[in-house]
C-alpha cells in the first residue's frame, strides 16, 4: 500500500504563478489533472484487502478505500495467478477452481468456472486507481517523482482557460506538452515498476 | 476578515456619503452589491465554486456576515457599488467617474466589463 501524502505542496507553488484565482478553482483543477493523470498512465497501482471466495458465487466487487477503481492488472485466486480474459469465458463445470476471470465491469469481477468452494483470503488483485473526487491526497510517488509535471498539468489546463487574468495560451501549449510527456514517463515507470527490465515473460495462463 | 458593513462603509467613502441622513440609505447600497455578486458571476463564475455556485444574495440584515467570496476580490465590488451609486444620481456626480469606477472593477477581477 502506498503512502498518502497531501497536495496542498501543489496548491501552494500553483498560486504564486496563477494571480487573480480562486483557491475552489484551483481545487477543481488540481483534482482534475490528477484524474487525468493517474486515468492515462495507469500509475497508481495497489493491492487490495484480498476477498473471501464464496462456493457457488461467481461475481465479486474489488474496492479500494478512498480511491475509484478503474480496472485490473493482475488476478490471484488461493496465490496463483490467473488469466483476465478479454471475452466472456465459456461455462465450464465447476472443477478445481476457477482459472480465468473477466471484468463484467472496471470494478466487478466474474470468476470461471464457477468456484466450488470456499477459500478465505483467496481472491487477490493488482487495481489501477484513481483519486475520488473528495480525495486530498495521492501516493508519495506522484509528488517524489512526478510533482512538476502535475504543476504542468494544472498550469497548462488554467492557462488555456479564455477570458481569465492568467490565461496565456502560449504557456498552456508548453506546460501541457510537458505534461503529456510526464504522463508518458509515468507510464512506463508504472509498467517497470521503477526496474529497467523489460516485462518479465510469462508462459500463458487459463487455457490448459 | 472583511465584514459586508465594511464594504459598506468604505463605498460611502468614496462615494463621500458618510454623514447621516445619508444621500444613499443602506438598502439601496446592498441592492447594489447583489447586482455586483450577479455581474461577478457572469463574468468569473470560477469565483464562485466554494459557494457552490450560487449567487449571494444580502440584505443590511447580513451586515455582520463575512464577504461571502474569496477576500482577494473584496476591493472590485466596492468599486461597483460605487460605480453604479454614482451612474443613478446624474446630479451630483461625473459620468467619467462612475465609468472609471466601472472599469476598475472588471480589471480587478481580471476582466473587462
Known sequence: ?208 | MFLLSDLISQSRELLQDEVEPYRYDDERLYRTLNNAFAEAYRLRPDIFVDLDFTIPFVTTANSTDTFPLDQQFYNPFVDYVVSMTEFSDDEWTVDGRAMAFLQLFGRRLGVTA
Open chain 1, 1 to 208: 500500500m502506498s503512502i498518502l501524502v497531501s497536495t496542498d505542496e501543489w496548491l501552494n507553488e500553483l498560486r504564486t504563478r496563477l494571480p487573480g484565482i480562486s483557491g475552489g478553482q484551483l481545487d477543481l483543477e488540481l483534482k482534475a489533472t490528477l484524474r487525468e493523470f493517474f486515468t492515462e498512465s495507469g500509475f497508481w497501482m495497489e493491492e487490495p484487502s484480498p476477498i473471501n471466495i464464496v462456493a457457488n458465487k461467481d461475481t465479486y466487487k474489488i474496492t479500494y478505500p478512498q480511491a475509484k477503481v478503474m480496472g485490473v492488472h493482475r488476478v490471484f485466486v488461493d496465490n496463483l495467478p490467473i488469466a483476465l480474459s478479454t471475452t466472456l469465458p465459456k461455462t465450464e463445470n465447476p472443477g478445481s477452481g476457477a482459472r480465468q476471470a473477466y471484468m463484467l465491469e472496471h470494478d466487478l469481477m466474474q470468476l470461471f468456472p464457477m468456484p466450488s468452494k470456499d477459500i478465505q483470503d483467496g481472491l487477490k488483485t493488482v487495481v489501477r486507481l484513481n483519486p475520488s473526487q473528495s480525495m486530498t491526497k495521492v501516493p508519495s510517488e506522484t509528488v517524489s517523482h512526478f510533482f512538476d509535471y502535475v504543476l504542468d498539468g494544472v498550469l497548462g489546463r488554467l492557462y488555456s482557460q479564455p477570458g481569465k487574468p492568467y490565461t496565456n495560451l502560449t504557456q498552456g501549449v508548453y506546460h501541457l506538452r510537458r505534461f503529456r510527456n510526464g504522463i508518458s514517463i509515468a507510464r512506463d515507470i508504472g509498467r517497470k515498476r521503477y526496474g529497467n527490465a523489460t516485462r518479465p515473460w510469462q508462459f500463458p495462463q487459463g487455457w490448459m
